[in-house]
């Protein structure tokens, strides 16, 4: 009897690691969907590249980017050159290249 309340408040604590696992990370397309409107909407991108963690994207407008947005999103640093802003967001700069690349096309 006592092996399966060992083993019920294991499953529990189990379960309650998972969710908090779970809640914890961000939803990837949610986050570059912010990204993309921060940046003033698809249409005001005219490229992206990514590398290592830097993430370069040329703007039409630079004016209208959300900057301080952008840095809420996690952003480590934020770099404007001309119609150009380099951003700092770390592991995740390729995988948002990819998926802005494909979403302005």
């Known amino acids: 009897m006592q092996y399966i309340q060992y083993l019920i408040i294991i499953v529990v604590l189990v379960i309650a690691a998972l969710v908090i696992i779970k809640a914890s990370k961000k939803d990837f397309h949610i986050e570059a969907n912010k990204l993309v409107e921060y940046l003033g909407g698809k249409d005001n991108i005219i490229s992206v590249e990514a590398n290592m963690s830097r993430f370069k994207v040329m ?13 809420k999103l996690g952003a480590r640093g ?5 119609n150009q802003l380099k951003i700092i967001l770390g592991t995740e700069a390729e995988r948002l290249r990819k998926y802005i690349e494909d979403l302005i096309k």
């Open 78 to 82: 934020i770099v404007e050159i001309d």
């Open 59 to 71: 703007l039409k407008d630079v004016s209208i980017v959300n900057k301080d947005a952008i840095q």
